[in-house]
C-alpha cells in the first residue's frame, strides 16, 4: 500500500488563494527542493532563523517556533526535523482526515495537499490516496507547488480521468496553487520560474500564480516573472500575496499589496491564518 511521510496533516479554513474563507484539510508533504531562506531577509542575505532552532528540544510540530525570516514552513522539508514527520500508509491518512473533518465525510470541504513541495516524488501516492473509499465525496483539490516539478506521465494519466469526467457524481475540480519563488526567497531565477512547467498544470486543471510581496522590487520581479509565464502560454490569474508569516510583517505589507495589486489590475491574496490563528502550525 501506498505511504506518504506527513509533516502535517489538521483542519482549518484555508488562508490564501482561489480558496480562501473555504473549510480544508491539510495535507503537508514532507520534503522539499528549495530552503527560501532570503524571506524576510535583506536581498542578497539569508536566513539562519531555523538553523539555530535545536530539533532535540521538540517532540511535537505545535511546539516548534514560528520563524519571521526564511521558510515558514521550514520543518517540513528540513532533515534535522524529519522525525517529527511519519510516514502513513494511504488508508491511515484517509482514516485521519474523516476522524477530522465536522462530519467525519467529505461535505464542502476541499482538500489542500501543500509542502514542503507536494510534488516531489509522493505523486506516485496521490491516486491511491484519492481513490480511497473514504476520499469518494471530496471534489476540490488544490496542489500548493513552488511550480518546478514537472508532473509524471503516470499522474498526468490519473488527473486526465478527473478532467476528463462529465458525470457531475464523479467530477473534481483540480487546482495548483503555484507559488512560483522570486528572487526575495534565496532562490535562483533559472530554478525558480519555470514557465513550461506550470503552463503543463493548466492541461490537467485550474492553475494561478501567486507571488509573496514585501517590496516594489519584488513587484517588478513579479511582472517579469508574469511576462515569461504569458509568453510560454500561460492563461490563468495573477496574485499578489503579502510577505509575513509572523502578525507584525504581514500587517506591515497587507494594505500595501493589496493596493499594488488593484493598482495594477491584478488579484489580491490574503494570509488569513495569520491575523486569525497567528499563522501557528496546524492552522
Ligand atoms: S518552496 Fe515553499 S516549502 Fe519549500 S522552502 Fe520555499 S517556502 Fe518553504
Redesign the pocket.
Known amino acids: 500500500m501506498s505511504k506518504i511521510k506527513i509533516a502535517e496533516l489538521f483542519y482549518s479554513i484555508q488562508g490564501e488563494g482561489r480558496y480562501m474563507g473555504v473549510p480544508s484539510v491539510f495535507l503537508r508533504t514532507f520534503g ?6 532570503g ?1 524576510g531577509m535583506p536581498r542578497g542575505e539569508l536566513s539562519q532563523e531555523a538553523n539555530n532552532i535545536d530539533p532535540a528540544k521538540y517532540i511535537d510540530y505545535k511546539m516548534l517556533p514560528l520563524v519571521s525570516t ?5 520543518a ?2 528540513d532533515p534535522r526535523f524529519k522525525d517529527l514527520s511519519p510516514m502513513l500508509t494511504v488508508d491511515a491518512i484517509a482514516e485521519r482526515i474523516c476522524e477530522i473533518i465536522p462530519h467525519n465525510e467529505w461535505r464542502d470541504e476541499h482538500l489542500v495537499i ?4 507536494p510534488l516531489l516524488g509522493w505523486q506516485r501516492a496521490y491516486s491511491d490516496l484519492l481513490d480511497h473509499p473514504k476520499m469518494q465525496g471530496l471534489k476540490e483539490i488544490t496542489f ?1 507547488t ?1 511550480g ?1 516539478q514537472k508532473l509524471t506521465p503516470d499522474f498526468k494519466q490519473y488527473l486526465h480521468t478527473w478532467k476528463s469526467h462529465h458525470d457531475k457524481d464523479f467530477w473534481r475540480e483540480i487546482t495548483f496553487s503555484v ?1 512560483a ?1 522570486l528572487p526575495c ?1 534565496g ?1 535562483k531565477w533559472e530554478d525558480a520560474i519555470c514557465p513550461e512547467i506550470v503552463c503543463e498544470y493548466e492541461e490537467y486543471g485550474t492553475a494561478y500564480l501567486k507571488f ?1 510581496i514585501a517590496t516594489e522590487q519584488d513587484f517588478e520581479d513579479a511582472m517579469t516573472a508574469t511576462k515569461e509565464f504569458r509568453a510560454a502560454g500561460f492563461t490563468g490569474h495573477v496574485y499578489l500575496m503579502p510577505v509575513g508569516g509572523v502578525e507584525s510583517v504581514y500587517a506591515l505589507n497587507n494594505r500595501r499589496v493589496a493596493d499594488l495589486a488593484m493598482k495594477n489590475g491584478l488579484r489580491y491574496s490574503d494570509r488569513l491564518q495569520v491575523p486569525l490563528f497567528k499563522n501557528e502550525w496546524g492552522t
Open positions: 522539499c527542493n528549495f530552503k527560501c531562506q524571506f526564511g521558510c515558514d514552513s521550514y517540513s522539508w501543500t509542502g514542503g513541495e500548493e513552488n518546478t507559488s519563488k526567497s532562490e509573496v
